[in-house]
């Protein structure tokens, strides 16, 4: 691939998180005041204050029993994963989109302590960029229009991803969404859903390095 395709592809790929990030930080004051107001709301996906917690209990049991059938699984199939400093090569010699952070989530893990709400945003926006490349990889269709829920919908209906896989996907993308609208994310619970998503970055690693022959 030519240099400057390469350089225009990662452009396409960070303008906006750090669009997002950038008016986060600046607007910082005035987005609090907002969310003050919505404090006691129920937030998109059905989360309130009262039941975030419990959304983060489910998905962290959730979590260890997809790595555990994981472990089971890598022992049968010895299959060995790219390192993180070639997935972003390995993901546009794939004609996929490049991720974000390179696949690495301490980029956005060391915004937790500025602020959980920008750190989640962030994963939120690095787990869409690898459910739409999921999409491509297995040929399922989807258009721009989709959100992430409808994504993993597909994805499941055609097998890309199993039971499992989709309903930690959909925790995590829930709970990362009702920190953005709102709810009020203590640095604790923010390390706790990095923790609980990284089994699912581990088997994307996995996907990418079997199976797909490079452009």
Not at 37 to 53: C, M, N, Q, R, Y
Not at 91 to 100: A, E, I, K, T, Y
Request: hydrophobic share 40%; glycine share 6%; net charge neutral.
């Amino acid at each position: 691939m030519e240099i400057s395709k390469l350089i225009l592809e990662y452009i396409k790929v960070f303008i906006w998180p750090i669009t997002i990030i950038s008016l986060t930080l600046l607007f910082k004051n005035e987005i609090i005041c907002l969310l003050r107001k919505v404090k006691k709301a129920d937030l998109p996906g059905g989360i309130s204050i009262e039941t975030f917690p419990e959304e983060i209990k489910e998905a962290r049991n959730l979590s260890k029993e997809i790595k555990e059938e994981e472990k089971k699984k890598n022992k049968l199939e010895k299959t060995p994963a790219i390192p993180l400093t070639e997935a972003n090569a390995r993901m546009l010699n794939l004609g996929l989109s490049p991720s974000p952070s390179g696949l690495e989530l301490s980029y956005y893990r060391n915004l937790i302590e500025q602020d959980p709400t920008i750190a989640l945003a962030g994963l939120r926006i690095e787990f869409e960029t690898m459910l739409k490349n999921l999409a491509k990889g297995f040929n399922v269709a989807i258009n721009g229009h989709d959100g992430a829920g409808i994504i993993v919908r597909k994805l499941k209906e055609q097998s890309a991803i199993t039971s499992r896989q989709a309903e930690l996907l959909n925790h995590i993308i829930k709970l990362c969404n009702a920190a953005v609208h709102g709810l009020k994310v203590s640095t604790s619970q923010a390390e706790e859903i990095f923790d609980i998503a990284e089994v699912l970055r581990d088997q994307y690693i996995s996907w990418l390095s079997w199976g797909f022959k490079d452009k």
